[in-house]
T-cell receptor, first 118, second 117 residues
Framework: GAVVSQHPSRVICKSGTSVKIECRSL??????MFWYRQFPKQSLMLMAT?????????EQGVEKDKFLINHASLTLSTLTVTSAHPEDSSFYIC??????????????FGPGTRLTVT | AQSVAQPEDQVNVAEGNPLTVKCTYS??????LFWYVQYPNRGLQFLLK??????LVKGSYGFEAEFNKSQTSFHLKKPSALVSDSALYFC???????????????FGAGTRLAVHP
């Protein structure tokens, strides 16, 4: 159990276009999902926290108008990179938070999406 | 502020030898600590966590970690390394949810483990 999927796994797009990445919790409901960005040989940097039915909370320095997050259901969150540029090329990873008990949470990570902007 | 430090960029070990990947943390309140492993072009896989209880935590694939409060460390260990253990390892600390952290994780920089035959 506790599987998180991401789609697509790889995407190549042209500069100026928009790309949507989906994150799904396949066998549990996730009230909170997280979006991370990882540059080569670097750690994961949290971009935003997404709560079902409400606006996402963005980390400092992350442009909310460029990285649109929608968490429309308890099993799906989407990240849309708008007007993508080559510097947006990166590995994007989502995670979904599962409630295991009172104040007990566990995060499960998706396999990641490799975005290349040409 | 809460933070995690992994002082080694890379750890090299011969197959069959014990391995240690170091992690130190800084938190306000009780620490919630995690280790994850990442293989190339893949997401993170959970290895183990410390919330409370025994200082020695056993996890997946034969890994274990020792929580040391006085040294604020949570080093990852394995008695006998395998070539297939070669990967990128991340230590993480959970932000106190009662401070508005929404269960966020803060990751260390990562340590690349290379196990040689």
């Amino acid at each position: 159990g506790a599987v998180v999927s991401q789609h697509p796994s790889r995407v190549i797009c042209k500069s100026g276009t928009s790309v949507k990445i989906e994150c799904r919790s396949l066998d549990f409901q996730a009230t909170t999902m997280f979006w991370y960005r990882q540059f080569p040989k670097q750690s994961l940097m949290l971009m935003a926290t997404s709560n079902e039915g409400s606006k996402a909370t963005y980390e400092q320095g992350v442009e909310k108008d460029k990285f649109l997050i929608n968490h429309a259901s308890l099993t799906l969150s989407t990240l849309t990179v708008t007007s993508a540029h080559p510097e947006d090329s990166s590995f994007y990873i989502c995670s979904a938070s599962r409630i295991l008990g009172p104040a007990i949470y566990e995060q499960y990570f998706g396999p990641g999406t490799r975005l290349t902007v040409t | 502020a809460q933070s995690v430090a992994q002082p080694e960029d890379q750890v090299n070990v011969a197959e069959g030898n014990p391995l240690t990947v170091k992690c130190t943390y800084s938190v306000s309140g009780n620490p919630y600590l995690f280790w994850y492993v990442q293989y190339p072009n893949r997401g993170l896989q959970f290895l183990l966590k410390y919330i409370t209880g025994d200082n020695l935590v056993k996890g997946s694939y034969g890994f274990e970690a020792e929580f040391n409060k006085s040294q604020t460390s949570f080093h990852l260990k394995k008695p006998s390394a395998l070539v297939s253990d070669s990967a990128l390892y991340f230590c993480a600390v959970r932000v106190d949810p009662f401070s508005g952290g929404y269960n966020k994780l803060i990751f260390g920089a990562g340590t690349r483990l290379a196990v040689h035959p």
